[in-house]
């Protein structure tokens, strides 16, 4: 399968990793991919290395092209360790004295990760590195998504390698968008609203950046899963729409439950939100993963949360989701709270509390049932889920 | 003098210590940087800072 030649003389020398599910918390059922790619000219660069692990791959895809010994240079577009764990042993392979291109935050990031002496090259946004017929050029991408990542865009031939952005954690026998058509979609959609959300005022600007600069595109190479050649365009349209935190009329219903009341609560006000004519899923917390409720929240209008109280607090996996939603700082949301309680019942509390500190537009007060719902308290839900399919309606 | 944070990674510009390696002395305001500096750690512009 690898290595495959991209463009005459460029080839991804990168690997699948088919069997990883858990991507330090974020779950990938189809693996993902480490993609490095390899260029041939007067001088040879190979742009990115892979995870610990994959080392021997890796060696195995550049010796079908060429004796690793060979390569004269590496870029180091990202210091994360998917993109960099294997660098030392690399560089020990190559030649330790060979250059390491990579941004100023690079160079000191590189250094906080392997302690043994890499001949580490700073370079900044515009900065030029000749390989012979071809050219180079660094841009300085920082927080897309580490202070060190940068882009390296390749002149002649139009291509931009654009670590972690425009990628996807997808492992598959496809290698280009046109292979594998809008199936990525959702793929790539996920990996904005779990790694690059929090940043999207920057995504703008760097889209900005890219068309200031003039920067032809004809093909870009993530450094996860497949490449976008027939239609780059598209998926930086679809960046530039999602960094909008464009909503759509929808709602999510997140919620986790112990004996099933806070359940019950939860299909009554999806029913009451659906019967606004909103598009609305119920997502329980055991059998949704947090990074697949990210992906709904991106374009949700509204994101409900239900809790039981547990030991006068919230039940634990709720604080979980509403840590990593805030981190990843959600916009233009409308939330509210409900929740089944026994004594105390300040989950519906704290959970406003969580959701007002997101600057969500509150739908308040929230619902609380002691224990057991009846039907009436069912209604009353149903009737709290028109009123929030109501305010989407508005705001849509 | 109050610090500043920035609301994109979380560094906190704290005026007794400046950003000597961009040129702000160590005693700068945050109101007295130029416009065009940004956080040393992740670039973003005076406008993305928040008063903490």
Redesign the interface.
């Known amino acids: 399968m690898k290595p495959i030649e991209i463009a005459k003389g460029i080839y991804d020398v990168g690997v699948n990793d088919w069997n990883i599910s858990d991507f330090h918390g974020y779950s990938t059922p189809y693996g993902t991919s480490y993609n490095a790619f390899l260029i041939i000219d007067d001088k040879i660069a190979l742009i990115d290395t892979v995870k610990a692990g994959f080392i021997d791959e890796l060696f195995y895809n550049i010796s079908k092209v060429v004796d690793p010994k060979k390569i004269d240079l590496i870029v180091s577009n990202h210091t994360e360790m998917d993109h960099s764990g294997s660098l030392a042993r690399v560089m020990h392979r190559i030649g330790q004295d060979k250059p390491v291109y990579c941004s100023t935050m690079g160079e000191k990031n590189l250094g906080l990760h392997f302690r043994q002496k890499l001949n580490l090259q700073a370079v900044k946004t515009g900065q030029e590195l000749s390989l012979g017929k071809r050219t180079l050029t660094f841009l300085e991408t920082r927080m897309v998504h580490w202070p060190d990542s940068m882009f390296t865009y390749l002149k002649e031939d139009k291509i931009l390698f654009s670590s972690d952005g425009f990628g996807q954690h997808y492992a598959g026998c496809e290698k280009f968008d046109d292979q594998i058509g809008d199936a990525i979609m959702p793929h790539a959609k996920k990996y904005f609203a779990n790694i690059l959300l929090l940043y999207a005022s920057l995504i703008k600007k760097l889209v900005q950046k890219v068309t200031e600069l003039g920067l032809k595109i004809d093909m870009i190479c993530p450094d996860h899963g497949i490449i976008w050649r027939r239609d780059p365009g598209k998926i930086i349209d679809a960046y530039l729409r999602w960094s909008d935190q464009e909503t759509k009329k929808k709602a999510i219903v997140l919620y986790d439950t112990m004996w099933h009341s806070t359940e019950m609560m939860a299909n009554s006000i999806a029913s009451g939100i659906s019967a606004e004519g909103v598009d609305v899923r119920p997502m329980y917390l055991r059998k949704w993963h947090r990074s697949d409720i990210m992906t709904e929240v991106l374009d949700a209008k509204a994101v409900v949360v239900g809790s039981p109280t547990l030991n006068n607090n919230l039940f634990p996996s709720l604080a979980d989701i509403l840590t990593y939603m805030k981190g990843l700082k959600p916009k233009n949301k409308i939330g509210a709270a409900f929740g089944s309680y026994g004594w105390s019942g300040e989950a519906v509390k704290l959970i406003e509390q969580e959701l007002t500190t997101m600057n969500f537009e509150l739908i308040s007060p929230g619902l609380k049932v002691h224990y057991v719902p009846g039907d009436e308290h069912l209604d009353a839900c149903y009737d709290f889920g028109r009123k929030i399919g109501e305010a989407i309606g508005k705001a849509s | 003098m109050d610090s500043y944070v920035c609301t994109?990674?979380g560094y906190v510009y704290d005026p007794a210590q400046g950003d000597p390696d961009n040129g702000a002395a160590p005693g700068t305001k945050f109101e007295d940087l130029p416009d065009d500096w940004v956080c040393p750690?992740?670039?973003?512009g005076k406008e993305?800072f928040e008063k903490e």
Do not use: E
């Open positions: 994109v990674c750690v992740c670039g973003a993305d």
